[in-house]
């Protein structure tokens, strides 16, 4: 007997049940009283229950990121700490390495992931009534894990019907790790492309890992061949930096000789006047927080939470090519 068939048996939500063995105060008398006799009737060790979990709530959450760009995360961990703070919440940060190690009802409340390396079977170990967990670059099909994800494909349909509207026909797309925003992205670069009937050769598929410097050799790939496309539309801005950089090097104009497109909207990407989609990072780690504090103080609804983003277009694509 657990939490689920508790919640079942009482009419009300696995979270409720939490929070009633927790002593939370955010519940009814007459709800808490239901959970109670439900839990002697069915024999669920209300005590032992408090015994494991501790007595006392601990006011942090935690928050994991990959740190293989700094930058890109500053204004993400802004928004959840200003969220935080006013909740009267401490924030713990960490990366991939150590994310387990805080991931314990004694040490934090939640937990708010952005790591592509951490595996999807250490968050449903994690994930529970007690400890839910804000997914930020994934979907899980878990009861106590809540995705917030950037609309992915509705952004990069834009940024494409953009490009074919300037004239542009021939394309090649360079992904990064094999993670849902990538494979989003891809999906929407190739719907664009078969619902104008423009042909993609799977050459000019090139694969990066987000960095820079996979940018930069992507580009020096691309440079071998016969016939450069006429735009390189890349998964992220630090790959389209990097492919950006290659291109100057060997006098290759950009977006007169080929043009660049980025995702992520990174304020280099402004400085350098490069066409990507901007999504709002403060505002998402802002979201993220204040959904983890919605579910931490009895709140239910684990349904998908979806961003949208807007398309910057800038110097890297021309106005309309011939």
């Known amino acids: 007997m657990g939490i689920k068939e508790i919640a079942a048996a009482a009419h009300c939500s696995p979270a409720t049940v939490s929070n009633v063995l927790n002593g939370r105060k955010n519940v009814s008398e007459e709800t808490r ?4 006799a439900l839990c002697e009737e069915l024999g669920y060790d209300t005590s032992e229950k408090r015994k494991r979990t501790g007595s006392k709530d601990t006011r942090t959450i ?3 990121f990959s740190d293989f760009d700094r930058q890109f995360y500053l204004k993400i961990i802004q928004g959840i700490n200003d969220c935080a703070y006013a909740n009267g919440y401490d924030l ?3 990366t991939s390495r150590s994310c387990e190690r805080f991931m314990s009802r004694k040490i934090t409340a939640g937990c708010i992931m952005l790591d592509m390396h951490c595996p999807d079977e250490l968050l449903i170990s994690n994930a529970a009534a007690d400890y839910p967990i804000m997914a930020m670059d994934r979907e899980l099909d878990h009861p106590y894990i809540k995705s917030l994800v950037v609309n992915n494909y509705s952004a990069m349909c ?4 953009e490009l074919v509207n300037r ?3 021939s394309f090649a797309f360079l992904a990064g790790l094999d993670t849902t925003d990538t494979q989003e992205r891809f999906q929407a670069f190739r719907y664009v492309l078969e619902k104008h009937r423009i042909p993609f050769n799977r050459k000019n598929y090139l694969l990066g890992d987000f960095r820079e410097r996979s940018g930069y050799k992507a580009a020096k790939l691309l440079m071998l ?5 006429q735009v390189l539309v ?3 801005d630090n790959m389209a930096i990097g492919a950006m950089r290659a291109f100057r090097e060997r006098g290759i104009r950009v977006p007169q000789d080929i043009a660049v497109t980025g995702f992520d909207g990174t304020s280099l990407a402004a400085e350098l006047g490069l066409t990507t989609v901007d999504i709002p990072n403060y505002e998402r780690g802002y979201l993220a927080a204040r959904q983890l504090l919605t579910l931490l103080g009895g709140g239910d609804d684990y349904s998908t939470f979806r961003i949208a983003a807007s ?4 110097d890297s694509v021309q106005l309309q090519i011939k």
Do not use: D, K, T, W
Not at 158 to 161: C, F, K, S, T
Not at 225 to 229: F, H, T, V
């Open 62 to 64: 935690l928050f994991n």
């Open 158 to 161: 834009e940024l494409m019907e």
């Open 225 to 229: 061949s016969e016939n450069m496309p």
């Open 92 to 94: 713990i940060i960490c």
């Open 33 to 36: 009283a239901r959970v109670f």
């Open 234 to 236: 890349c998964a992220n």
């Open 311 to 314: 398309v910057q277009m800038r």
């Open 167 to 169: 004239g542009y026909r």
